[in-house]
């Protein structure tokens, strides 16, 4: 079994060796890495492909211009050759055994989704909380967005065209999970801290307004929801996300 790990890149300069590094140290080794560099900095760069002369599993795309985290992905699962797709925000990092362990299960229990438990952790590695994995489908899904991106494995055959991120600055991997949980893929959750999510304050994934504007976007556009029930859903959203910290 062969994995494409997806990790788009904008100035992330501070973690993003942290990340690299625990994709590159995984006890399952057959793997590519692609780095979609969606910068303009020549020293990010430069950074970057340093690790790719060390490391033959190192892919480096570098887009044009800016596309945000979400289209560059979808380069990423475009040029991909792996059974399997995992993705990686570049400043979040996974544990030795990750991969292997969502490998086996997925192939043990023939799975097309897993998601894992997650820590939650500051700039200094320090830990702050965590979340915990569940099975999940689409009526879970639509009103609570429990799946950590940096946890996901999917196995590639269900990534058809039409199964990509949307142009949103956030929510656009809450799309995808809920396009694939409607065509009845369940997300297999796996009960193991994985991964560690990194929690920075200036982050475009913090910002209030941004994600409550996204969050209706994604019902009232990609849910086909009348304005009103977008609203009652980003509510509802909104509420269970303040459950859970």
């Known amino acids: 079994m062969y994995v494409s790990v997806i990790m ?3 100035k992330n300069r501070k973690y993003v060796k942290k990340s ?13 890495l692609i780095i979609i560099f969606d910068d303009t900095n020549d020293e990010d760069l430069k950074f970057l492909n340093s690790y790719k002369k060390i490391d033959k599993r190192i892919r480096i795309i570098q887009n044009k211009k800016n596309i945000g985290a ?6 990423g699962i475009e040029i991909s050759k792996g059974q399997y797709i995992s993705f990686l925000d570049s400043d979040d990092f996974w544990h030795k055994n990750k991969l292997k362990t969502q490998i086996n299960i997925m192939k043990k229990k023939k799975l097309s989704i897993t998601h894992t438990s997650y ?3 500051d700039e200094k590695n320090k830990y702050l909380s965590h979340r915990t994995a ?3 489908r689409y009526n879970d899904l639509i009103r609570s967005c429990n799946v950590g991106l940096s946890t996901v494995v999917i196995n590639k055959k269900i990534l058809n065209k039409n199964m990509r991120f949307p142009n949103l600055k956030t929510k656009e991997d809450y799309v995808l999970w809920l396009k694939l949980s409607k065509r009845s893929h369940k997300f297999y959750g ?5 991964v560690s999510w990194r929690y920075t304050p200036n982050s475009l994934s913090k910002s209030t307004f941004q994600k409550i504007k996204d969050s209706i976007t994604v019902y009232n556009k990609f849910e086909k929801m009348n304005f009103l029930k977008s609203i009652i859903f980003t509510f509802i959203l909104s509420l269970n996300y303040l459950k859970k910290k």
Do not use: A, T
Not at 20 to 32: A, G, H, T
Not at 70 to 75: D, E, I, M, Q, T
Not at 190 to 194: G, V
């Open 8 to 10: 788009p890149y904008y």
């Open 119 to 121: 820590n939650i952790v």
């Open 190 to 194: 796996i009960d193991k801290k994985l």
């Open 20 to 32: 690299i590094l625990s994709v590159l140290n995984q006890s399952f080794k057959n793997l590519e």
């Open 134 to 136: 569940y099975n999940l």
């Open 70 to 75: 979400g289209l560059s992905r979808n380069s």
